[in-house]
């Protein structure tokens, strides 16, 4: 196992190096930040002013060179628009999203696990037929339309909840959350929910295929026919069993919720690293993004990382090396 | 039982039906036992007729801007344009565009590109993932680090790099959906097969010395279908938007001839307004769609299930 | 966000109690804004909402008001003779911090501009025509300026006056940007003061006790950017800001009869035109039945121009919140003469007449390229304009794309046309035509946003006289006459004035800005 943990995280050292060049070239090719950034009252030469000053007058080659050199020392420059560390610009929002992403997967998984159960035991009941109905208006019904409905719902009609922004932060060490408190739990419920009603679907519908699947299996009519109770059959034999797919599929969206939980961060003003990800493409602000890209693919990696070794854990069958 | 059914039994492929009954007769009276499916089905040759048949059924060619009238912009639904020679039925949107009309020439150019990008990046992610679980130690390794460099990767950072390097065009969005969705296939793809590499059946028809291709193919796969289609038909809808999001930016379909996505996305502005109709029945016909594709898919996926107990 | 409303409740009481006492509220003051400042240095990055928020912190030489007029500010006085102006400097103002405002802050605040490492945007823009700066004694300021300069006043509004003693330290610009955005070093003697920015979130003023000039209103002012305009109005209507910064527009019928709401619309300086390739070559994007370029036929841009019906757009796309256009500055702002005042009406009878006079009875093809996101309905205009040249025969083919590759494009002639905006920050005649009209020449720094092709040399005399007269009178009358060569040639094709938009709780007030900034110190509860 150590070996094994050693080998990933060397590998995606790598990866976070190939990852920094693709993004310095796809940027490159997409445009010419200067002209996003200067006035358009600037001059010629003051847009040469400026490049020279950013350093993007030099080969790209080069340029690239000089960001792995500061790197490797932590240094990841700072952003072209606003002048500070793009690092400490993201680690400053991550905490914002962080709790987002965790809310909305958690919100996700408790409902969305015993839905799927349920509709995978007695498929062809109404109650499951209603479940499955309304998982596929879960996904099908766009992410800022059902943020919006929301605020318009309980923030401006009944007013109980704000309509956006996030609530006062408390610091649990280098982290400042405001899960942990009633008033910035409010500004959280909504835009967690928001997220959670696609993604609750989603584990809705692989909890029940996988259900379906496991329930003909032999060990669960032993299981039965030793008489154990149906909730232990169900619990145990059964939750064990399906929790490879919903693994794989709750750590596959969360890593994306983390990383790009755009739509929501926008609708709901909250100050969270994936607005900050969207407006730094879009003005080619690239020592945030390919900070932002880098920490992201290292972040996936440790996230799939931890579903393989959950694999282990869930399935003896399950080797990580293969024969 | 008949020889060929000793002989199938052998390879482990799912137990071949007396020459008698074809598997497709079969199969058929196994979908048609469903209402619900069925219903589907009807829906979804409603919904692909119409979008095929837009040219002849709809009463305005939105695409030809040289035909829209800045004027009867934003009408509500069963209002008629200025010399009354057209009813629109369901209002019209900010660019004066009749709504059904557009749903109807929007919808096919949705459905192809989310057909045909959800399709190729499925049968490309699969088939990653399984080889990746088959073949393990480095292959696996150096797989599974593309599939996370791909699922950092930005579906919007993507989409710009290919329209700055590829050009415009419906084709390039299609490309940049696969790009965007392949790798999410291939982990799931991987996850299945992870736990399937190590039963039985695997080892059995290692032992007969057949090609690792074909063990994936008719053994594997078959059984890692369950969490794959169920991903397939969500993506679909997932794929529509995406479509929608990039064609914002420039790539892809020219935005005076908006696809079904991008309506939806359009009418986001006018939700607030009070000009409901302009995202809402956009956004009906989309998830008329995407139910019936889900109801259609979803007994498909319980009827070809292997380990689902078949009749016959 | 709901300690805010827990605060505001309680000061909404108090301010009960007091509120005969004076004008002064112990209220606070929450406003919505679109975008985000990217620094809170006065000098770092020039962008409206940068400059609106120094210009709440700190006071320059000289303001301008909503309309553009130089006014005093911490200037009190000024003369000019020849290349040297002479400014009195107000007595008696002190900073924020209590320490006195002197000449020798002026000199700190002009030397530091051009020391500002890595300014995406840097201020030296509006100080290229100072030569030397001067403080004779504590209370004046004294300039020289490389040649007459008329538009010295306007920029040095646009560079407010930092604390020497605070905002020095042992960097060359003295504090850097980073320790500026943190609040260090950043004192001012404007209306507010600088408490706190939590990025992405908030941005906290307090009251500045010695303000010199009228108590300002509120007790604090809070700036929440909120970047999507449906969320932003949403939070207006469920209460949770006071003032928001440009609403959608097609929110605007829905707000304007909210009776708890007030709307404030003003006309701006900001211009959005199309900018046709008058290239010899047919430019991209173009199908001419004789392999010329039919934009280069000054009929042809007529009927073209004749072909938008503004008013439509306006009405239609705009949900009032713009004014048709013929020049590009409307009447009677400083150079904008009375002939193009008015917008003639839209006639595509008379456009297709001279298409065909041109040569071109059957049209011809063309495309437009424009940006999505950048200006107000931006693509939205787009696609109405290229559906009404579509009508008369010239068959548009839209092309919209995000921003910066929209700008690639355009620097690179991509496009046989393109949509942009402009604003014309100064108030005058002279930005717009020098840089979106007059022959492009890089060297110069003149034509520098004129991506056309367009080349008018009589007219680019006039501009160039112009920019060297002092007296307001000849300045105006040579503008006037440039402008219309340049409107009478259709070398470019305004299509509307924006107007800025501010919607706010029906006891707020702002009269708005023709440079649309949200100054919070004018904003004002309603009598």
Redesign the interface.
């Known amino acids: 196992m150590l070996s094994t943990i050693v080998r990933r995280l060397l590998q995606t050292l790598l990866v976070v190096l190939v990852m920094s060049g693709l993004v310095f070239a796809g940027l490159y090719l997409i445009g010419d930040p200067v002209l996003m950034l200067a006035s358009p009252e600037a001059t010629d030469a003051q847009r040469e002013e400026i490049r020279r000053a950013l350093g993007l007058d030099l080969p790209l080659g080069r340029q690239y060179l000089i960001f792995l050199g500061k790197a490797a020392q932590l240094d990841f420059g700072n952003s072209f628009l606003t002048g500070e560390s793009a690092m400490r610009l993201i680690l400053e929002r991550m905490p914002a999203t962080l709790e987002l992403a965790t809310l909305a997967m958690l919100l996700s998984v408790l409902i969305g696990v015993p839905l799927g159960i349920y509709a995978g035991l007695r498929p062809r009941g109404a109650g499951a037929r209603s479940i499955m109905a309304g998982s596929v208006l879960g996904f099908s019904l766009p992410n800022f339309w059902v943020g919006l409905m929301l605020i318009m719902l309980f923030a401006v009609m009944l007013g109980w909840l704000p309509a956006g922004g996030r609530g006062p932060v408390e610091s649990f060490g280098p982290l400042k959350l405001s899960a942990f408190n009633w008033e910035g739990l409010k500004s959280l419920i909504l835009p967690a929910s928001t997220i959670a009603v696609a993604k609750c679907a989603l584990i809705i519908r692989v909890t029940r295929a996988a259900t379906r699947e496991c329930l003909p299996q032999d060990y669960i009519k032993f299981a039965r026919a030793k008489g154990l109770r149906e909730k232990r059959v169900l619990g145990v034999h059964l939750l064990k069993n399906i929790m490879i797919p919903i693994v794989t599929i709750g750590g596959l969206e969360y890593g994306q919720v983390f990383a790009f939980a755009v739509v929501t961060e926008t609708v709901f003003s909250w100050p969270g690293m994936g607005k900050l990800l969207i407006d730094s493409i879009i003005t080619l602000d690239r020592p945030v993004v390919v900070a932002y890209l880098m920490l992201t693919v290292a972040f996936l990696a440790m996230l799939n990382l931890l579903v393989d070794i959950a694999y282990t854990v869930l399935d003896p069958r399950v080797r990580l090396e293969a024969a | 039982m008949s020889a060929r059914h000793d002989a199938s039994m052998a390879t482990g492929a799912p137990p071949v039906l007396p020459a008698r009954e074809s598997l497709w007769r079969v199969f058929a009276a196994q979908f048609f036992s469903s209402r619900?499916a069925v219903f589907g089905l009807i829906l979804l040759i409603i919904c692909l007729a119409m979008a095929l048949g837009a040219p002849w059924i709809s009463p305005q060619n939105p695409y030809?801007?040289?035909s829209?009238d800045?004027?009867d912009?934003?009408m509500p639904p069963g209002s008629a344009n200025m010399d009354g020679s057209l009813t629109y039925w369901l209002g019209t949107d900010?660019?004066?565009r009749d709504i059904f009309s557009a749903i109807l020439y929007g919808m096919r150019t949705s459905l192809f590109v989310g057909f045909v990008s959800v399709s190729a990046a499925f049968l490309i992610g699969a088939a990653v993932g399984l080889v990746s679980?088959?073949?393990?130690?480095r292959i696996?390794?150096l797989l599974?680090?593309l599939?996370?460099?791909q699922?950092?990767?930005?579906?919007?950072?993507v989409a710009?790099?290919l329209?700055?390097?590829l050009g415009?065009g419906v084709d390039k969005v299609i490309y940049a959906l696969i790009a965007v969705q392949w790798a999410?296939f291939a982990?799931?793809a991987r996850?299945?097969a992870?736990?399937e590499?190590?039963?039985e059946y695997v080892e059995a028809a290692r032992c007969m010395a057949l090609p690792w291709h074909r063990i994936l193919r008719r053994h594997v796969f078959p059984n890692c279908m369950?969490?794959l289609?169920?991903?397939a038909t969500?993506d679909l809808?997932?794929a529509i938007?995406l479509e929608a999001t990039l064609s914002?930016?420039?790539v892809g379909v020219?935005?005076?001839e908006p696809s079904l996505g991008m309506l939806?996305?359009n009418g986001?502005?006018?939700?607030?307004?009070?000009?409901y109709w302009i995202?809402f029945f956009p956004?009906i016909a989309?998830?008329l769609v995407?139910?019936a594709i889900?109801l259609v898919g979803?007994h498909l996926?319980?009827i070809l299930?292997p380990?689902?107990?078949i009749q016959g | 966000m709901k300690l805010i409303r827990k605060t505001m409740l309680f000061s909404v009481l108090a301010a009960g109690l007091i509120a005969a006492a004076g004008p002064a509220q112990a209220r606070d003051l929450i406003i919505a804004l679109r975008s985000e400042p990217s620094s809170m240095d006065p000098q770092f990055h020039s962008l409206t909402p940068n400059t609106q928020l120094s210009e709440t912190l700190f006071d320059p030489l000289v303001r301008t008001d909503g309309t553009a007029k130089p006014v005093p500010s911490l200037a009190e006085s000024w003369t000019v003779d020849g290349d040297v102006w002479t400014f009195k400097l107000r007595p008696n103002v002190k900073f924020s911090d209590g320490t006195p405002f002197t000449s020798e802050d002026v000199l700190f605040t002009y030397d530091r501009v051009p020391k500002v490492p890595n300014s995406p945007s840097s201020y030296s823009l509006y100080l290229s025509t100072v030569d030397k700066v001067e403080a004779p004694d504590a209370h004046t300021v004294k300039i020289t300026t490389k040649g007459p300069s008329p538009v010295l006043l306007a920029n040095l509004s646009m560079v407010p006056i930092m604390s020497k003693k605070a905002a020095s330290g042992p960097a060359p610009e003295g504090k850097t940007t980073v320790e500026l955005n943190r609040g260090d070093g950043l004192v001012g003697t404007g209306p507010y003061k600088f408490v706190s920015w939590k990025r992405g979130a908030e941005i906290v003023f307090d009251r500045n006790e010695h303000y010199w000039g009228d108590k300002p209103d509120w007790d604090k002012v809070i700036y929440r950017p909120i970047s999507n305009s449906a969320a932003r109005v949403a939070a207006l209507l469920a209460g949770d800001v006071d003032v928001i910064e440009d609403p959608s527009t097609d929110d605007l019928p829905k707000l304007k009869k909210d009776k708890n709401l007030h709307v404030q619309e003003t006309p701006s300086f900001r211009v959005i035109y199309i900018a046709l390739n008058q290239g010899k070559e047919p430019p991209a994007g173009m199908t001419a039945p004789d392999g010329k370029n039919p934009l280069t036929d000054r009929r042809v841009r007529e009927a073209l121009s004749l072909a938008i019906d503004r008013q439509a757009i306006v009405d239609r796309i705009m949900d009032g919140a713009g004014m048709p256009a013929a020049n590009l500055l409307a009447y009677p702002a400083f150079g904008a003469s009375e002939k193009y005042a008015k917008v003639p009406k839209a006639d595509a009878d008379k456009a297709k007449k001279l298409l065909a006079e041109a040569g071109y009875p059957d049209g011809f093809a063309m495309s437009l390229g424009s940006p999505d996101g950048r200006y107000t309905n931006d693509k939205r205009i787009a696609q109405v304009v290229a559906s009404m040249w579509a009508r008369i025969g010239v068959k548009t083919a839209v092309e919209t794309m995000a921003p910066p590759v929209f700008f690639k494009q355009r620097n690179a002639y991509a496009f046989s046309s393109y949509l942009a905006g402009w604003a014309v920050s100064s108030g005058e005649m002279l930005n717009p035509l020098n840089s979106l009209v007059v022959t492009k020449d890089p060297a110069q720094g003149l034509g520098t946003t004129n991506w056309s092709k367009y080349s008018n040399p009589e007219m680019d005399k006039l501009v160039m006289q112009a920019s060297k007269t002092l007296d307001d009178g000849q300045r105006a009358a040579l503008l006037q006459k440039a402008a219309d060569m340049a409107m009478d040639d259709y070398s470019i094709l305004p299509l509307q004035f924006e107007l800025s938009v501010w919607a706010m709780k029906k006891d707020i007030r702002y009269g708005g800005r023709a440079d649309q900034m949200t100054l919070a110190q004018y904003m004002t509860l309603a009598k």
């Open positions: 619900l030809d801007i040289a829209l800045i004027m912009s934003k900010g660019q004066a679980a088959y073949f393990g130690g696996d390794a599974m680090r599939v996370d460099i699922l950092s990767f930005p579906s919007i950072l710009l790099v329209l700055a390097v415009k999410y982990r799931a996850g299945a992870i736990v590499r190590n039963k369950p969490p289609m169920v991903i969500i809808a997932h938007a914002f930016l420039g020219p935005v005076t939806i996305s986001f502005e006018f939700l607030l307004s009070g000009n995202s956004g989309l998830a995407v139910v889900n979803d996926r319980d299930n380990r689902n107990e």
